[in-house]
């Protein structure tokens, strides 16, 4: 069944949605749909990515029918001060859509789903998805995430990915599933994020997000865009969505608004 045809549920979800056969990212495609005026909460969809982008530089590529990949554009109606909680809020969403559809399949895996900071949804320490935010002319946001559908254990591209079938998934209807909890969740939290001209704490937004995040009481090694590589204890996240950590060299504490998070343990 053709991916337009199977997404009963999440088209009327969106203001706008094109399903494409194939593209190289649906976050490119998007940011150009943005310069011709789409409106907020639009979207574009497909299960062949060739080209996904993910933070750093970094590709996401995957077998046509594996994955599905999505990119929803924001318009908000706050201040950009409050931009960094939109990545967050996707990456909640996406946990909440994982988790519902592995309890739907009666996955034990259910228990085990929660975000890494900042862009990463595990199930057990292991990636089943990936979100990347770009900021582009309005202001809007074009939020992309995708998520690995239908890989056996045997296809992943890494020992430290995961999928929702190898997690324990049935694949009737999964990319519908997944998808319209998704945009429902994206939307409640946005809408909700709005009624508080963007206070994300004022929000339950920063609760929200704190109570999914598994980075959070970890060792992490830092990434950071000056290229040194610290360890460091993840310890809570600040009012602009920042993670505020403990340098394990020296006692110091940083607040990390850029840059990459690895878990120790996952090294």
């Given at each position: 069944m053709a991916l337009s045809s199977s997404l009963s549920l999440s088209a009327p979800l969106v203001s706008r949605l094109d399903v494409l056969e194939q593209c190289t990212s649906t976050n490119t495609e998007l940011v150009e749909r943005a310069a011709q005026g789409w409106p907020h909460f639009s979207a574009v969809v497909t299960d062949d990515q060739t080209g996904g982008r993910g933070r750093l530089g970094r590709t996401w590529v995957a077998p046509p029918g594996r994955t599905l990949a999505i990119s929803v554009l924001l318009r908000p109606a706050f201040s950009a001060e409050s931009f960094g909680w939109l990545p967050l809020m996707a990456g909640l969403a996406m946990a909440r859509a994982?988790?519902?559809?592995?309890?739907?399949?009666?996955?034990?895996?259910?228990?085990?789903?929660?975000?890494?900071?900042?862009?990463?949804?595990?199930?057990?320490?292991?990636?089943?998805?990936?979100?990347?935010?770009?900021?582009?002319?309005?202001?809007?946001?074009v939020l992309g995430a995708g998520v690995n559908l239908a890989f056996a254990a045997d296809e992943l591209p890494t020992p430290t990915a995961t999928s929702l079938t190898v997690e324990g998934a049935r694949g009737d209807g999964l990319p519908d599933r997944v998808l319209s909890v998704y945009l429902s969740e994206l939307r409640a939290a946005y809408d909700q994020l709005v009624r508080h001209n963007g206070d994300a704490v004022a929000a339950g937004l920063a609760d929200a997000v704190a109570a999914e995040c598994v980075t959070l009481g970890r060792d992490v090694r830092l990434t950071l865009p000056s290229g040194e590589e610290p360890v460091a204890r993840a310890l809570e996240i600040d009012e602009y969505g920042r993670l505020i950590v403990r340098r394990a060299d020296d006692g110091t504490r940083m607040t990390i608004a850029a840059g990459d998070v690895t878990h120790v343990r996952d090294e």
């Open positions: 994982v988790r519902g559809a592995l309890a739907d399949d009666d996955s034990p895996a259910a228990a085990s789903v929660g975000v890494k900071w900042p862009n990463d949804v595990l199930i057990a320490g292991n990636k089943v998805s990936g979100l990347l935010a770009e900021l582009v002319a309005g202001p809007a946001v």
